[in-house]
């Protein structure tokens, strides 16, 4: 679209031109919506196209619940080798809710393996949406691409917007830039911004002017001023991170009093992980850098945390795995930050004898068993779509990670859709990646949270010489406690050295001990010096040897080195 439009010239092209992040283009994977504004002619008319290209991944669905709030339309782009998966249907379902026009378009149709009419078939099977006119492309070659621009202008109506009317303008994004401070993403709802305007946010109450004000196209392009239903960047000077709220409402500071925009319902986390810096010394550094980049993911939120074992650190909320994953990369990489990150875990409930229900973020805010009468976890409705030949496998997966069976449709005679309800704690342990295993990465995963369910549900505390290392307790079902402790035992007893007395690793669940491993003591051979005589001066020198190492593990401390934490923490428990 770019390259028909001529907003980009051929020798200015490349590959993901709008992926301008690292790890965007490194992984395939969009991470960041990005907004862009082409020129489109029509009749000898000439219409202005506003386009947000928007991830397709379950983890970043608020980038696109976000910029569904800022559209008229939608372009349903579908695979015509692969098929529809089932982040498609999910994405699709928001589009119809925000009651959006949505256009069907199969995408590289110049592969030989291409299938256009079976895919068709499988998004009016799954969506409901008549496809019987889909558009037919080829964005490699560019077939097709001019009858996807003459659609958007015949079908998806104009954005409503009133020119004389006050200035309204959603902050849909923004960005923070070393020499320009914060930049401001817009969408203007009614009026006019000019430039050297005074703008007033109504949710912070900040007034700042509009030092540049500019569109995307794709990269940025100063103009004099923005009008109406048009998508366009603000920089102000803006040096305050707190200055500036997602969702918030932009308008003429001491104009004519305007209502606050909708904005954005906050962000369901699902995922939680405590980030320890490896030096305690770079805790602020390592707020700076959360802050920074809350500021373009308002998805993940971070509150201050400490740990017995790991010191002053954040507890993290997240919308899934991968967007913990990428986080965590985004701080190592942009931010240059060195930390340990705990295990992940998912938020649980207890519910108290007087019905009280109370949430539980991590394990050790998990009070004594006779304080709670229920412990509860989160269930997902996992829909999933794989190749048929791969069903049983996937079935058996499922069973095995404690999931319900609930439906199953046959999209095609080769794709199956099969949901499941599922504990959430099941799915960010491993089910993902025995998934893929199984199905030989053709299989495609969607999520969503449905409720709470009691279960037998225990807390699994690791114990190093009788003290309890909070950073490695987990809540685990009790049919799974055993397996996970010795795993986590076994780990630990290959990362910490040997002390002058024995360590004993435990694994248990309130005062029952149900794994153990023993790190031996390092030894010197006291008796080394006696040669000849009676065995009784050996004896008595090994004997104050050992009174001396029982001493020993009484005040001895056990070094944990940062490794320890880091096999344990790194998942990969298989």
């Known amino acids: 679209m770019l390259e028909h439009t001529g907003a980009v010239q051929r020798r200015e092209m490349r590959d993901q031109i709008l992926d301008d992040m690292e790890l965007e283009r490194e992984r395939g994977i969009t991470i960041k919506a990005r907004a862009v504004t082409i020129e489109h ?11 947000i290209d928007t991830p397709g991944h379950v983890d970043f669905s608020y980038e696109v619940q976000k910029s569904m709030q800022a559209c008229e339309g939608a372009l349903l782009l579908v695979d015509s080798s692969q098929g529809v998966e089932a982040q498609t249907v999910a994405n699709a379902y928001l589009a119809v809710e925000q009651d959006l026009e949505i256009i069907p378009v199969l995408n590289k149709i110049d592969l030989a393996h291409s299938r256009p009419d079976e895919v068709a078939e499988e998004i009016e099977h799954s969506l409901a949406i008549d496809a019987s006119d889909a558009l037919a492309v080829s964005a490699k070659s560019g077939d097709g691409v001019g009858a996807v621009l003459d659609r958007i202008v015949k079908e998806v109506p104009p954005p409503r917007g009133d020119l004389d009317a006050p200035l309204q303008a959603l902050i849909f994004d923004a960005v923070y830039d070393e020499y320009r401070g914060i930049i401001v993403y817009l969408r203007l709802f009614n009026g006019v911004l ?7 946010m109504l949710g912070t109450g900040k007034v700042y002017e509009a030092v540049e004000i500019g569109k995307f196209s794709p990269n940025m392009t100063k103009c004099d001023e923005l009008r109406a239903g048009e998508v366009g960047y603000l920089v102000s000077n803006i040096k305050s991170l707190g200055d500036v709220r997602i969702g918030d409402t932009l308008t003429i500071n ?4 305007v209502e606050m925009l909708p904005g954005y319902k906050e962000p369901m986390h699902m995922v939680f992980a405590d980030f320890y810096p490896t030096n305690p010394g770079e805790f602020e550094t390592l707020r700076d850098a959360l802050e920074t980049l809350s500021l373009t993911d308002s998805s993940f939120s971070f509150h201050p945390e400490t740990s017995d074992a790991l010191g002053f650190g954040f507890r993290c909320g997240f919308l899934g795995l991968l967007h913990m994953e990428i986080i965590q990369q985004r701080l190592e990489r942009e931010h240059d930050m060195d930390m340990i990150q705990t295990a992940p875990s998912v938020t649980y409930m207890i519910r108290k004898a007087d019905g009280e229900e109370e949430m539980i973020r991590s394990p050790g805010q998990l009070p004594p068993r006779d304080h709670y009468e229920e412990l509860l976890e989160p269930i997902a409705r996992v829909s999933m779509l794989v190749p048929t030949e791969y069903l049983g496998n996937l079935m058996q997966i499922s069973v095995d990670h404690r999931g319900a069976f609930v439906r199953q449709d046959h999209l095609s005679p080769t794709r199956v859709q099969v949901e499941f309800d599922m504990p959430m704690g ?3 342990y491993d089910f993902y990646d025995k998934l893929k295993s199984a199905t030989r990465g053709y299989g495609t995963l ?3 949270i449905t ?3 009691a279960d037998d549900l225990v807390k699994l505390q690791i114990l190093v010489n009788g003290d309890e290392v909070d950073a490695l307790s987990c809540i685990v079902h009790r049919s799974q406690a055993d397996m996970r402790g010795r795993a986590v035992l076994k780990k630990l007893r290959k990362e910490i050295p040997r002390h002058m007395f024995e360590v004993r690793l435990q694994a248990a669940i309130g005062s029952k001990i149900i794994a153990r491993e ?10 080394a010096k006696c040669y000849g005589g009676d065995i009784t001066r050996k004896r008595k020198l090994l004997e104050k040897q050992k009174a001396g190492k029982r001493r020993m593990r009484q005040v001895g401390n056990v070094d944990i080195p940062q490794k320890a934490f880091l096999s344990v923490l790194g998942g990969d428990e298989k």
């Open 41 to 51: 002619e029509v009749g000898g008319e000439t219409y202005q196209l506003n386009l």
């Open 426 to 428: 099941e799915i960010i």
């Open 451 to 453: 409720g709470y369910r």
């Open 194 to 200: 000019p430039k050297r305007a005074m703008t007033h």
């Open 518 to 527: 023993s790190i031996a003591a390092l030894r010197k051979d006291v008796t």
């Open 446 to 448: 969607n999520y969503e």
């Open 254 to 257: 001491k104009g004519p009093e």
